[in-house]
């Protein structure tokens, strides 16, 4: 079966501070990859997916970035953290060309 | 544009009675995907239930079934013989066949009064 793991689980940081958060894919090959932030008391927001290994797609503009260095892989990232980055985020995995995702367990973010 | 909207912030529903969670869309596609998601206080989102839209018949999943009105774009949630462990924030999604997003609605914060 699949699973998806996303570390840490819980992260402070200071403003202006560097930002990488991870999320690994099992079970599965070829995965479409995604990377949402949820503020609170609200839905989801979608920042990046990927369809493949170094493929990102940015469905916001903003102080974050993504990688897919490996198949089952992708990073959040940040160079300066603002305070408007803090919320939860969540990565997500789809097969290719089905329509269902799949979350991991999240990642609290609060900058500080 | 893609909307969902669900016009419940908070519901509350007995132990072991039946509660029904509302949520309406727009789509100018013809193909495309309905989701519940439910996120518990561990805030991972966990799949209730899909459905597709070229399916006349409402999915069902154990004690959670849906009324899908393709032609009223709503998508209601039923959750029978409710459990303590049903507690937890509700969410409608939609996914246009073709489209790598899903569209979430504000969500529903439900209740279960032992």
């Known amino acids: 079966s699949q699973t998806i793991h996303q570390w840490p689980a819980t992260l402070v940081q200071p403003v202006g501070s560097p930002l990488s958060l991870e999320c690994t894919v099992e079970?599965?090959?070829?995965?479409?990859l995604y990377w949402y932030r949820q503020a609170a008391g609200r839905g989801l927001q979608l920042l990046f997916y990927?369809?493949?290994?170094?493929?990102i797609s940015s469905e916001v503009p903003q102080n974050l970035s993504a990688s897919r260095p490996q198949d089952r892989q992708f990073i959040l990232s940040s160079k300066k953290l603002l305070l408007s980055d803090s919320g939860f985020y969540l990565c997500?995995?789809?097969?290719?060309?089905?329509?269902?995702?799949?979350f991991g367990p999240g990642t609290r973010l609060l900058v500080l | 544009a893609q909307t969902v909207t669900q016009s419940q912030p908070e519901m509350s529903v007995q132990e072991a009675e039946t509660v029904t969670l509302s949520c309406t869309y727009d789509?100018?596609?013809?193909?495309?995907?309905l989701f519940w998601y439910k996120q518990p206080p561990s805030r991972q989102m966990i799949l209730v239930i899909r459905?597709?839209?070229?399916?006349?018949q409402n999915a069902t999943e154990n004690r959670f079934s849906v009324n899908f009105q393709k032609a009223a774009k709503s998508f209601s949630l039923k959750i029978s013989d409710s459990q303590l462990g049903d507690a937890a924030m509700y969410f409608c999604?939609?996914?246009?066949?073709?489209?790598?997003?899903?569209?979430f609605g504000t969500g529903t914060r439900l209740t279960v009064i032992p």
């Open positions: 997500a995995w789809s097969g290719q060309g089905v329509e269902t995702q799949y």
């Open positions: 079970g599965t090959s070829n995965p479409n």
């Open positions: 990927s369809v493949g290994i170094g493929q």
């Open positions: 789509t100018s596609e013809s193909d495309y995907y």
């Open positions: 459905q597709e839209a070229y399916k006349q």
């Open positions: 999604a939609l996914h246009q066949t073709g489209a790598n997003n899903l569209f």
